[in-house]
């Protein structure tokens, strides 16, 4: 079993839709939840960052930790065109232990 | 100011060859590392140091050399290349406060 699953899309959506990507993970003892956007030809940048269970908001973009399901998601309201981008969900137990990336979710928002 | 670069930005190369790839940060980070994509976007720890000192080495042939002049600098070289070594490397950094990590803008290497 992958340390991290991530549905690899594409997927599609219209502009101004709410877009939900997810991620599962196996081993509970991960406490640092990241997601980060790639656009095409460009290296990962950080969007979200969560310690442990429970939301965090930013803007348009809301990540959720269910550390007893060990699932995350990232939900991105009122999507945009710029929006489109590869999301990849990280997952990191702390210290100098390695960040685990999920395979990325390619997200197109159509205008 | 660029927070991490890398160069090259693109390497076309022929099997066999020797090539390096050079990373810098600029944030006073601690902890470098260095990741390889493959064409379905997987991104892959290949190494991690901290303070020149390497922490992490995973599976990766020992034709993959890191070196880390000073904290700030991380750089791979790569001998005998393969065309399986063809992907993007993407050089990051993570500070001591915190748990994340910012991303050069990736080397695309090609081997043929």
């Known amino acids: 079993q992958k340390e991290v699953e991530q549905d690899p899309g594409p997927l599609s959506v219209p502009e101004g839709a709410i877009v939900s990507l997810n991620c599962t993970y196996s081993?509970?003892?991960?406490?640092?939840f990241m997601w980060y956007r790639q656009y095409s030809r460009k290296g990962p940048e950080l969007l979200m960052y969560?310690?442990?269970?429970g939301n965090k908001e930013d803007g348009r973009f809301t990540a959720q930790v269910d550390k007893s399901s060990k699932y995350i998601s990232l939900f991105i309201r009122d999507s945009q065109p710029s929006d489109s981008a590869t999301y990849l969900c990280?997952?990191?137990?702390?210290?100098?232990?390695?960040?685990?990336f999920g395979t990325g979710t390619k997200l197109q928002v159509i205008p | 100011d660029t927070a991490v670069s890398q160069t090259p930005k693109y390497l076309v190369t022929q099997m066999g060859n020797d090539k390096s790839i050079k990373c810098e940060q600029n944030l006073g980070h601690d902890t470098m590392y260095w990741y390889k994509q493959d064409s379905k976007k997987f991104l892959k720890i290949m190494f991690s140091?901290?303070?020149?000192?390497?922490?992490i080495n995973e599976t990766v042939p020992n034709r993959f050399s890191p070196k880390s002049p000073d904290k700030a600098h991380l750089n791979l070289h790569i001998n005998s290349l393969e065309l399986g070594d063809s992907a993007v490397y993407f050089c990051?950094?993570?500070?001591?406060?915190?748990?994340?990590?910012?991303f050069g803008p990736g080397t695309r290497l090609t081997v043929l």
């Open positions: 990051a950094s993570r500070g001591l406060a915190g748990d994340t990590q910012y």
């Open positions: 990280a997952i990191h137990s702390g210290g100098y232990q390695k960040v685990t």
């Open positions: 140091y901290n303070n020149k000192e390497l922490i």
């Open positions: 969560t310690y442990s269970s």
């Open positions: 081993n509970s003892a991960f406490q640092y």
